[in-house]
């Protein structure tokens, strides 16, 4: 548990709470219900074994900081509670419910047990990946996906770091339980649906034509949209990203509709494998009766100048 100043706010609450969400606890010495909420609030801390972290703000030491949470948040009593995740606030209680009700809460906000240990191993393969040892990072991002088969983003890394080890047939087994939601409109991690091109290329990618007979056919006729997609895809399996691009935008500017938009699409997912990925997106503020409606800014992922130079390219042959 971490007491909140002026000095460790942005460090110890706001940056904090991308990594893990946190429960702030506004309180004071002299407020009973207070007294009867902090013990509780910090059993459930101990219970939840790490998957949120519970911080207090003593109201009378910290006026400023409990002033303007007052101010902003339209509550003017204690004991009051604000999750922050994601660096912002996101839900809240007032007063001290029972502990029925703050599990409610809590379980609406912090990841589940699975949940918490997929995240902590995925975390593990990717530092691992990173590192130069992918047989361990499949290792561990393997056992994520076991853990908990609805984690998209886990699920998302392992077929990248399969893909990127050349073992494609792994990855179309990784990628089956997700293919009919990757395919079709029903909600799944933007990543995914890339990945699904990504393989797709790479299965493709060792029957393709050899590149110089490719560009021959190109050069014979620039509206060979079958050999210049073959030669996109053959880029793209081998992680050629702005060369796969280059192909697929010649067919984009002169036919968008190509076989229902393929390359567009396939243009769409290598940009989204280049992106940073963006922020896990935070609960809805206030969806919940009795909770505070609170709102906060939105964190926006770093630019990359190479991913809006080919965004850019795209939007000037769509309009």
Known sequence: MTDITLQNFEADLIHASTQQPVLLDIWAPWCGPCRQLTPLLEKLEVAYAGRFKLAKLNSDDQPEIAGQLSQAFGVRSIPFCVMFAGGQPVDGFVGAL?????????????????????????????????????????????????????????????????????????????????????????????????????????????QARPADVLAAAIAANRRDFDARFELAQTHFAAQRFTQAMDELLEIVMRDKAWRDELARKTYVAILELMSKPAPKPAAAAGEAKGTLEVTGKATVASADPLVDQYRRKLSMALF
């Open 98 to 206: 029972p502990e029925s009700q703050i599990r409610e809460f809590l379980d609406r906000h912090v990841p589940g047990a699975d949940e918490a240990a997929a995240e902590e191993e995925a975390a593990e393969g990717q530092a691992l990946l990173a590192e130069g040892d992918p047989e361990a990072a499949l290792a561990k991002l393997q056992a994520a996906v076991a853990m908990d088969p609805a984690n998209d983003s886990a699920r998302f890394e392992y077929l990248r770091a399969l893909l990127l080890a050349g073992r494609i047939a792994e990855a179309r087994r990784a990628f089956e339980p997700v293919a009919e939601r990757a395919s079709s409109l029903l909600p799944v991690d933007a990543r995914l649906t890339a990945a699904g091109h990504w393989l797709d290329a790479c299965e493709k990618a060792p």
